[in-house]
């Protein structure tokens, strides 16, 4: 196991272009769907909104909008049907409008910026992380946990990355993979193509962040702990590990214990 780093991702930066946050955030969309890993996801899910009765999930730090349409569709082939909303620090809104026509009337999105940590009282219903809170520090992870339990929401949080040696290594391989992979991604744009293959912006943007999301990644010890003391009403909490395709899927759902 290795220490903690709360080192810099370049989509976390202010400044970081929005063409350069996209490369990233629709790379990432395109493996999550690619790994199938909405499965585990889905299915831990499906039990939280069985529990709670919610008909809605409002996503955090959505990017590109992650594995929501895969396991959306999941969700409608057990018979529960959700609307999803999709929210971020940095609105991608090209790729939120394009999943908003892809699953018309099951998925709208806010086209202003959302702070995890501080989620506005109407946007009401499970709220949901999916390689998300290992952006945040520790504290600020806790309050985006605290957030949810002072205003009585479930919260449903995944990670795919983990601090250990295997993942850390593996990054090192996304630089040739960006290239192998990039034509298949969508949008097909003239300035992905640029960006990857005469200027490779893409791959060791790509590279580093995703070192650096296994270098800061939490474990199930860490999250279990950041839910001790919270706010607010009691909570029940599961944190634990999944694996799926020899992936770790690591998971904290969080609900109302009353």
Not at 174 to 197: A, E
Not at 226 to 232: D, I, M, N, V, Y
Request: proline share 10%; hydrophobic share 50%.
């Amino acid at each position: 196991m290795v220490r903690r780093l709360q080192l810099f991702e370049f989509t976390d930066l202010p400044r970081c272009p929005e063409t350069v946050r996209r490369l990233v955030t629709d790379y990432l969309r395109f493996v999550l769907r690619l790994l199938r890993l909405d499965g585990p996801m889905a299915s831990l899910l499906l039990g939280l909104i069985r529990h709670t009765g919610a008909d809605r999930l409002v996503d955090l730090c959505s990017g590109a909008s992650g594995p929501i349409l895969p396991i959306l569709r999941r969700l409608q082939r057990e018979g529960v049907s959700v609307h999803v909303l999709l929210t971020d620090r940095f609105p991608n809104l090209p790729a939120f409008a394009l999943a908003a026509r892809q699953a018309p009337g099951a998925v709208d999105y806010v086209p202003e910026p959302i702070d995890a940590t501080c989620v506005p009282a109407e946007l009401a219903g499970i709220r949901t992380l999916f390689e998300g809170l290992h952006h945040f520090p520790p504290a600020q992870a806790r309050a985006i946990l605290a957030d949810a339990t002072r205003c009585g929401a479930p919260i449903a949080v995944f990670e795919v990355t983990a601090r250990s040696l295997l993942p850390i290594l593996g990054s090192f391989l996304l630089i040739p993979m960006v290239f192998l992979i990039t034509p298949f991604i969508r949008p097909l744009t003239w300035w992905r193509l640029v960006l990857t293959y005469l200027l490779p912006v893409a791959p060791l943007v790509i590279f580093w962040d995703a070192l650096v999301s296994s270098l800061r990644s939490y474990t199930v010890a860490e999250l279990r702990a950041l839910t001790e003391g919270l706010p607010g009403p009691p909570y029940l909490w599961e944190v634990g590990q999944v694996r799926h395709l020899g992936l770790p899927v690591t998971y904290l759902l969080g609900r109302p214990a009353t």
